[in-house]
């Protein structure tokens, strides 16, 4: 019986040009993976491929000229050590993103747990138009390109002026600020919500603890893709809550399943009909 290359693909073994030799895509989920899955994918890239294996643009591995023989091999291999096959074809993907409050100090929030809850509820699902991707950035460095996914989430943080008395004229803030959305005056800073870039480095860089956090939350993004015909993701919300996260996509996703032509990315949705119907429902 010949094989369905297409369902192979969608659950993570792709054909190769080469006959009978396939390219097994392996799910690393926010970018981390521990030192024994590293050895483990080596080991079975030495073992059943051509001794590497391939890091893909969305933080994954992909191990190469594996014969069809042996896919199973690697797969349970891979499963030793907690790791599956990663999704292609028209699934929702692995979500992509930079290390967070765990590791950066530029970050704004926690990115992995993001993350997790993302993947958790919709990794992997079948049934939508096309490819879905996200991405996840802790903050407007935009390390993970989340702009270019079609949702993605940015931390962001609102700065303000909680102690006036404190404030002793540094000017640091508006030094620092890139945004150009501070300026002195009468020994105070103020704000323009316009310009700023919401990094918090103003926060961050006064000496008196004057300035804090008004609110904070994901910036979000939609319909940003890749490809012959690429796109940014336009802003749809602001300062949204970790905890909104997942049924501002579940309503976006309904949409995008309702409305979307077969083989329609997201972006392309938004361009044909609209941002409004698309988050119909959808903004908090």
């Known amino acids: ?7 192979l693909k969608a659950g993570g073994i792709i054909s190769q040009r080469q006959k009978n030799m396939f390219s097994i895509r392996v ?8 030192s024994a899955q ?33 896919v199973e091999k690697v797969t349970i291999g891979l499963e030793k050590v907690g790791l599956v096959l990663g999704a292609c074809g028209s699934r ?16 704004l929030d926690d990115t992995q747990l993001l993350v997790r809850t993302l993947d958790e509820r919709f990794y992997g699902r079948f049934g939508v138009p096309h490819k879905f991707k996200m991405g996840v950035s802790g903050c407007p460095n935009a390390c ?11 931390a962001v943080v609102e700065p303000v002026l909680i102690d006036k008395e404190s404030c002793i004229n540094c000017g640091l803030c508006a030094e620092v600020c890139s945004g150009k959305a ?10 323009d919500s316009t310009k700023c870039f919401h990094d918090g480095k103003c926060i961050d ?12 939350g994901w910036q979000v993004f939609a319909g940003g893709k890749w490809g012959r015909r690429p796109q940014l993701g336009i802003p749809i919300a602001n300062f949204v809550a970790t905890e909104q996260i997942p049924e501002m996509v579940e309503n976006i996703l309904s949409n995008y399943i309702k409305l979307a032509n077969k083989r329609e990315r997201l972006g392309e949705l938004i361009n044909r009909l609209g941002m409004e119907v698309i988050c119909d429902g959808c903004i908090f």
Request: with cysteine; hydrophobic share 40%; charged share 25%.
């Open 92 to 107: 929702v993907r692995v979500v992509v993103a930079c290390q967070g409050t765990d590791i950066c100090p530029h970050a």
């Open 182 to 191: 501070i300026e002195m005056k009468d020994g105070l800073p103020v704000f």
């Open 38 to 70: 590293l050895r483990k994918i080596a080991d079975l890239a030495e073992t059943h491929g051509r001794n590497y294996a391939h890091i893909t643009t969305r933080q994954g591995f992909e191990i190469s000229h594996v014969n069809f023989e042996d």
């Open 144 to 154: 993970a390109k989340h702009n270019e996914n079609d949702l993605g989430f940015m």
């Open 205 to 216: 860089i006064c000496p008196r603890d004057s300035l804090g956090v008004n609110r904070k």
């Open 27 to 34: 799910k690393i989920l926010g970018g981390n993976v521990t």
């Open 1 to 7: 019986m010949a094989l369905n290359l297409e369902d």
